[in-house]
């Protein structure tokens, strides 16, 4: 599957994933950051965003995406960060495929199974008839009746767009995410470790981290160190300066 990706900069490769129901677009400002050390490329995972839309979805496949996305592109050992979904994309492709990358960056999100959580989400997201909305407004409306946090919405409301034909219509594959919904729960799908360079970046706020998983990262990435930021799970997009100063300092250590 080739992936819709943003590429800025110049320096070593530096892969950025975002999370579940997100897109690039979410990191453009840090893209700008990190662009002036890296060339950074903003991948969009499948089922998301810009990239190709499909049936079946579940970490094994979103790790070999970006394994032939690494290779399509000719990178050597680019550095990664993966933000939840994204983070555990990046984890299963560093433990399955150790050699093909050089740092590796987690944020908020642990290599274990977590329950379903996005139920709410999902049922606010099917709740608007994308064929009779007249205006991204009143998707808020009925996004709110499920979702009341402002910000989220305004987060889930971003894969909203309009076609050339002035009909809306949805970024993410909405019915693959809800049938696999489950499989984005998971833990690692590969066994092994990566014995790596490697940081964990927690949110002090966000409920992803709990206390023990230490001793699992650990387990899986014995290189690894963990940091928190006073933030909730959006880590990157509610202290961006702190991240970012976290993401430079580890990246430029030898």
Do not use: C
């Amino acid at each position: 599957m080739k992936l819709f990706y943003r590429q800025s900069g110049a320096g070593k490769p530096l892969i950025i994933l975002h999370g579940l129901f997100g897109s690039s677009d979410n990191w453009f400002s840090l893209a700008k950051v990190f662009a002036e050390k890296y060339t950074v490329y903003l991948v969009d995972q499948r089922n998301h965003g810009q990239s190709p839309q499909s049936d079946d979805f579940n970490y094994k496949l979103l790790a070999d995406d970006l394994y032939s996305f690494i290779k399509e592109h000719k990178l050597d050992k680019p550095d990664i960060i993966g933000h939840s979904m994204g983070g555990k994309t990046a984890m299963n492709f560093a433990v399955k495929y150790p050699d093909q990358l050089g740092k590796l960056i987690i944020v908020d999100i642990v290599p274990k199974a977590y329950p379903v959580h996005h139920d709410h989400i999902l049922d606010g997201l099917h709740d608007i008839d994308i064929d009779a909305l007249t205006s991204r407004s009143e998707a808020d409306t009925l996004l709110s009746k499920q979702v009341p946090e402002p910000e989220v919405r305004q987060f889930l409301l971003k894969n909203l767009y309009r076609t050339s034909e002035g009909k809306f219509q949805w970024r993410i594959n909405l019915q693959a995410i809800d049938n696999h919904i489950e499989e984005m729960g998971d833990g690692m799908q590969y066994p092994g470790t990566f014995e790596g360079p490697t940081l964990f970046i927690n949110g002090a706020r966000s409920t992803y981290f709990k206390s023990g998983d230490e001793s699992l990262i650990i387990s899986l990435f014995p290189s690894a160190k963990i940091i928190t930021l006073n933030t909730g799970h959006w880590v990157q997009a509610e202290n961006p300066e702190e991240f970012a100063k976290a993401v430079f300092s580890f990246l430029s250590t030898e």
